[in-house]
């Protein structure tokens, strides 16, 4: 079966009028895209921003008539959009065309992160089964894998690990099959501690070796290693949490910062850590530190 999609160029001011007219007209789907490769970065809290070149694509059966769309819409809201492009789209097995552009991924020396559908590349390897799913954390992007690359550095054996922002659990079970004793999770997000316990499973951790947790519910426990994989603000308002439940001499590391933005959160933990020059990725950067005595 094929399908029809239009693509029309608007500003935000006009999107959620478009989206509710091509929903109105029967799309079956309206996504939001960038139309020029403009990035959104930390959004303020309770806001939803879009790119100022704004692409909304409508999906419609094929035989649906764009024609009546297009007239409908600037009859409905004239000059809602710059310009409109309507294309057939075939049929695919959507699912197994998405599984296609995920591959193992190797991060430092021997840590592997690795989708369930592909062979492992290296058996002998520390191997993290995981699936892209709905909390954050994959692997694929530099946040994740600044972490990663830092984890695989640290000598965790027997260690116990904590993991502020858990999201997938990627962070605390990539310590524990690398070494770690214990690894704590801890996220606001009951999907993401759902996630977590989840690929612990699938990772054959062992009962009681991870544990999951609200903030509100953080057991008083020091890490030997704590990881931080959130955004800056957040980063900065917690320095002084993450510092209290780190032993001294336990050791750091922050991401999820742009590079813009690691003066201001290194300064935020300097009070209490040892810090360590930035490592840069790709605009984004990791944080590391050893916890002073004090």
Not at 20 to 40: H, I, K, M, S
Not at 216 to 222: A, L, N, R, S, Y
């Amino acid at each position: 079966m094929s399908w029809i999609q239009i693509k029309l160029d608007t500003t935000p001011d006009h999107s959620e009028s478009v989206e509710d007219l091509l929903l109105e007209c029967g799309a079956l789907a309206v996504t939001f895209l960038d139309g020029c490769d403009q990035p959104l970065y930390e959004p303020d809290l309770g806001t939803t921003p879009l790119w100022n070149n704004l692409r909304i694509i409508g999906l419609f059966t094929a035989d649906a008539d764009m024609d009546a769309v297009i007239a409908h819409l600037n009859e409905t809201i004239p000059g809602s959009y710059q310009a409109h492009r309507v294309e057939i789209v075939e049929d695919k097995d959507w699912e197994r065309e998405w599984m296609t552009h995920f591959h193992p991924m190797q991060f430092g020396e021997r840590l592997w992160v690795c989708p369930s559908w592909k062979e492992v590349p290296d058996a002998n390897a520390v191997n993290l089964m995981l699936d892209p799913g709905l909390a954050f954390g994959t692997g694929t992007h530099p946040t994740t894998a600044l972490c990663l690359k830092w984890l695989d550095a640290q000598d965790l054996a027997g260690k116990q690990v904590i993991d502020y922002g858990c999201g997938s659990g990627i962070l605390a079970i990539g310590a524990l099959l690398l070494g770690a004793e214990h690894a704590l999770g801890v996220d606001t997000d009951p999907q993401a501690l759902e996630a977590s316990r989840d690929n612990a499973e699938r990772n054959k951790i062992a009962s009681g070796r991870l544990h999951v947790c609200y903030p509100k519910d953080t057991p008083d426990t020091m890490a030997d290693v704590m990881v931080a994989n959130i955004l800056a603000g957040p980063l900065m308002s917690l320095a002084e949490t993450l510092a209290s439940h780190t032993k001294p001499g336990g050791k750091l590391a922050l991401s999820g910062i742009l590079s813009e933005q690691a003066e201001d959160v290194l300064a935020a933990y300097e009070p209490w850590f040892e810090m360590d020059p930035v490592t840069e990725m790709d605009g984004w950067v990791r944080l590391s530190g050893v916890r002073r005595n004090n």
